[in-house]
């Protein structure tokens, strides 16, 4: 099973609401990673997370929190988010962090905040 | 940060071949080079990747150069489905702050 999955797909929240996404892979991969996509620009890494702590936080903003609570799931909880947060938010994995390791993407959940 | 300079768009016939170019004149010695590529409304899929040496999979063909300064991600016959935007990347070495950094990436036009 080489697939990073995510839900939900989409999501339309408020700027007072609380969300969460959720990512989830069963390939045994010990690093995980939160990226951002706005329209017709690349990703841009947010977080990452390696044997289920928190390596690196791209400088982003405290209503994003990200979580691990196990090897094989990863949260992102969203909270009193802005209109420009509205974005493509991608989940990826891959074995412990190492420059040759490929990185398994999820198909992202769209994410728009009115 | 090293970076990757990619054309933004190419065109290519169908079922021939495509050669992608990257420029990344400022890459460090142990930095592997990555392609990746996102088909629309999907997350982006590993492609190859390579360290010094020229590597082919099933899917394509990565040539380094000598300097390792630029590489070319060579498709041996372009299908409709490998329409994307193709990303060159320079993957770090662990324990290095910097991490996966996505360029602007190649549009690639497959046409019929």
């Known amino acids: 099973d080489t697939e990073v999955t995510q839900t939900p797909k989409h999501l339309v929240m408020g700027m007072t609401n609380k969300k969460s996404l959720k990512c989830e892979q069963h390939?045994?991969?010990?690093?995980m990673y939160w990226y951002k996509q706005k329209a017709k620009k690349p990703p841009e890494l947010m977080f990452v997370?390696?044997?289920?702590?928190?390596?690196i936080n791209e400088s982003v903003p405290s209503r994003f929190s990200p979580e691990c609570p196990n090897s094989s799931l990863l949260n992102l909880h969203l909270h009193a988010l802005q209109p420009e947060d509205s974005a493509l938010y991608l989940c990826?994995?891959?074995?412990?962090?190492?420059?040759?390791?490929?990185?398994?993407f999820g198909p992202g959940t769209r994410l728009t905040v009115t | 940060d090293a970076k990757t300079t990619q054309p933004n768009s190419m065109e290519s016939n169908e079922e021939e071949p495509v050669h992608l170019p990257c420029n990344h004149s400022t890459i460090s010695g142990t930095d592997y080079i990555h392609w990746y590529r996102q088909l629309p409304s999907q997350g982006p899929e590993y492609v190859i990747h390579?360290?010094?040496s020229n590597v082919n999979n099933r899917m394509a063909s990565l040539a380094i150069a000598e300097d390792r300064k630029s590489s070319t991600l060579i498709l041996h016959r372009a299908t409709l489905r490998d329409a994307a935007v193709y990303y060159c990347i320079l993957r770090p070495v662990p324990g290095s702050a910097r991490q996966l950094t996505f360029g602007s990436g190649t549009q690639l036009t497959v046409l019929p």
């Open positions: 990826a994995s891959s074995r412990p962090l190492a420059g040759n390791d490929e990185q398994y």
């Open positions: 390939m045994g991969h010990r690093a």
């Open positions: 997370y390696s044997y289920e702590k928190l390596s």
């Open positions: 390579g360290l010094t």
